[in-house]
T-cell receptor, first 120, second 111 residues
Framework: DTAVSQTPKYLVTQMGNDKSIKCEQNLGHDTMYWYKQDSKKFLKIMFSYNNKELIINETVPNRFSPKSPDKAHLNLHINSLELGDSAVYFC???????????????????FGPGTRLTVL | DAKTTQPNSMESNEEEPVHLPCNHSTISGTDYIHWYRQLPSQGPEYVIHGLTSNVNNRMASLAIAEDRKSSTLILHRATLRDAAVYYCILRDVIAGNQFYFGTGTSLTVIP
């Protein structure tokens, strides 16, 4: 079973259009993320979201908005697409794990297969 | 975000051990050291993580320096499938920082 899935795998669209990418995780995790990987392969976080808090990377244009209908889904909506939005977008999820070592916590992220967005 | 420094690329012969270094001189006491890798045309995948002690799992071993300012990911027998970009990441959940992937090390495995 796929842990983190994304649809579509490929998305080709014209400048100015509005599009959405869907993400679903079946791991029962409480936090989900969106990352953007540009043509230089640099992977950069865009959002992290759980049922309490949305954290937005300040460099992300407000044309991008995450929508979470429920805990297992975090969709990415993009308005007025631009050429520079062309990239591979990865969804991820994680669950904080409590360590027995002094109560410190960490998490492991599970990534989806990515959506290659091409804006013409 | 605490930053890491890795070599841009490394090569290894198939079936030989590979030691991938990472420097993190500004690591804080609550930073965990995580390693992820990204195979071609795939999303990143978790490899291993540790805090102070060396760690082993089915994929790799993680050796952490005593002062925690550096670490080494060890692949005991490189296979062609291990060719990927390997990222060393510091993660402090308490501080709420995000995963910062950096440029990673591109590992080439030579048959």
């Amino acid at each position: 079973d796929t842990a983190v899935s994304q649809t579509p795998k490929y998305l080709v669209t014209q400048m100015g259009n509005d599009k959405s990418i869907k993400c679903e995780q079946n791991l029962g995790h409480d936090t989900m993320y969106w990352y953007k990987q540009d043509s230089k392969k640099f992977l950069k976080i865009m959002f992290s979201y759980n049922n309490k808090e949305l954290i937005i990377n300040e460099t992300v244009p407000n044309r991008f908005s995450p929508k979470s209908p429920d805990k297992a889904h975090l969709n990415l909506h993009i308005n007025s697409l631009e050429l520079g939005d062309s990239a591979v977008y990865f969804c991820a999820s994680s669950q904080v794990q409590i360590s027995i070592l002094g109560g410190l916590r960490t998490d492991t992220q599970y990534f989806g297969p990515g959506t290659r967005l091409t804006v013409l | 975000d605490a930053k890491t420094t890795q070599p841009n690329s490394m090569e290894s012969n198939e079936e030989e051990p590979v030691h991938l270094p990472c420097n993190h001189s500004t690591i804080s006491g609550t930073d965990y050291i995580h390693w992820y890798r990204q195979l071609p045309s795939q999303g990143p995948e978790y490899v291993i993580h540790g805090l102070t002690s060396n760690v082993n799992n089915r994929m790799a071993s993680l050796a952490i320096a005593e002062d925690r300012k550096s670490s080494t990911l060890i692949l005991h027998r490189a296979t062609l499938r291990d060719a990927a970009v390997y990222y060393c990441i510091l993660r402090d959940v308490i501080a709420g920082n995000q995963f910062y992937f950096g440029t990673g090390t591109s590992l080439t495995v030579i048959p």
